[in-house]
DNA sequence: ATTAAAACATGATAAATATCATCTTTTACA
DNA sequence: TGTAAAAGATGATATTTATCATGTTTTAAT
């Protein structure tokens, strides 16, 4: 089942890949080789909030979380990068230091390009500078709607909303056709929906009650996402 | 008392100013006229979210709160911008309809720059241009910190960083060595700090009893900044 | 295959916060 | 300046959510 017409994602995906399409062949082909590419162990990190950036990251596969640690050692995920995505981006154009860690959610694969080669770039191309200008204004409506339910919503509404995106962000991979699973430990669940993991447990019950979800070991599928959509009570 | 050493208001505050500052005399005075100014009274509605956006604005005095209304018609103050900052650029730039609403939280005198006054001078002036993209990269990291503290703070810590906050921004027009007066209603520190207007009445009383704050009527003043900074636990 | 560690799950309880009802004070304006 | 409306304040209560303790299952490494 679909989300278009009843759930409008694009309100909760930043827009990177119209960045990084802004680039000729070439331009793609010297920042963004998948030669160049890493591979990063599910839980590896690639940047920690207050180092001196050193340069942009391009998610060839795979998922990436953007997250701060608050005071009391909790973990808050501000967004989750998927596949084809650019990260890291923001402390270079900012010229300070990380606002955020990020971390391999899975095994990925990820091209590092040097704050050099990204600056020159934008000073090239036009297009390429207009287009994060895009993107960075589409980035604020995106973190407003999650400053507004992260504050005023409930647990149950703010893990449905969390299923609901990365299920989304779980469907590159997934045949057609078939119902993606969500594949995340409980924690980062919780870390998403920024509440207890005892929490996300109890919750997840009570869609599974509902019929709303399955669930197989940690795996997750989403039975009927227009319940989720309507648990989510986001208008 | 002062903020620096104890509290990185920098991290919290938009930087719009600079982006303003990359104009040339003659290009200020053509777009940003005192004279073709409007006042706004308290409570005003500049635009309101999922509106068409038609042009940016100017704040010469007051102040300006971003909010969005929520499921349960309860209102999260986004951001309050002060003198001197301007709003409403994220949805022209985004191409999307406004992602959040505007309101003068007092008497306040605002230009209005249209559209294409606004694209005219990004086309011309690169510095502009750059400026505003440093300006939107560092409003993620403002936002992130926000949303950390929104979903992981407690009611006592969101409120103490509002006073903050608002505090700050009430410094211009105060004389030099005075305490500023935070003069909100008791609501619209609900609506910034997230919380229920009853929670931020028994909290204030509570700021009060610590001799953190005095309070005259709705007007509040910090009587100790660094006991508020350790009671919104910001590390 | 075995086993230690990590993740998941559950129940009991405590803490935090919202809601509701009501009263008082302040503010705005006719 | 009197008065209605709005904002502020307070107490009682309900609800939500976190925390703690503990047991079970899964996972991954030897």
Redesign the pocket.
């Known amino acids: 089942m679909s989300l278009s017409g009843i759930f409008p994602i694009e309100k909760w995906n930043f827009s990177t890949q119209t960045v990084v399409n802004a680039l000729t062949e070439a331009e793609y082909q010297s920042l963004i080789t998948k030669q160049g590419a890493q591979k990063y162990k599910k839980g590896e990190i690639l940047f920690k909030e207050g180092m001196v950036p050193s340069g942009i990251y391009f998610i060839h596969q795979g998922k990436v979380k953007k997250y701060k640690n608050g005071p009391?050692s909790?973990e808050q995920i501000i967004y989750v990068a998927n596949k084809n995505e650019l990260i890291g981006y923001h402390a270079i154009l900012a010229e300070e230091r990380y606002p955020d860690s990020a971390a391999a959610l899975e095994e990925s694969l990820i091209t590092f390009i040097p704050k050099e080669d990204f600056l020159d770039i934008l000073q090239q191309s036009t297009t390429f500078a207009r287009r994060l200008l895009k993107a960075l204004s589409h980035e604020y409506s995106v973190l407003t709607n999650n400053l507004s339910v992260s504050s005023q919503?409930?647990?149950?509404e703010r893990l449905a909303l969390a299923l609901i995106l990365i299920r989304e962000k779980s469907k590159t991979g997934t045949p057609a056709g078939e119902e993606p699973s969500i594949n995340?430990?409980?924690?980062d669940l919780a870390n998403m929906a920024?509440?207890?993991?005892?929490?996300v447990?109890?919750l997840?019950?009570e869609f599974k009650n509902e019929q709303i979800i399955r669930?197989e070991?940690?795996k997750i599928w989403v039975n009927d996402i227009v319940k989720l959509v309507n648990r989510s009570n986001y208008k």
């Open positions: 009391a909790r919503g409930t647990a149950a995340l430990s409980r924690a920024g509440i207890a993991k005892e929490n447990i109890r997840l019950k669930t070991g940690r």
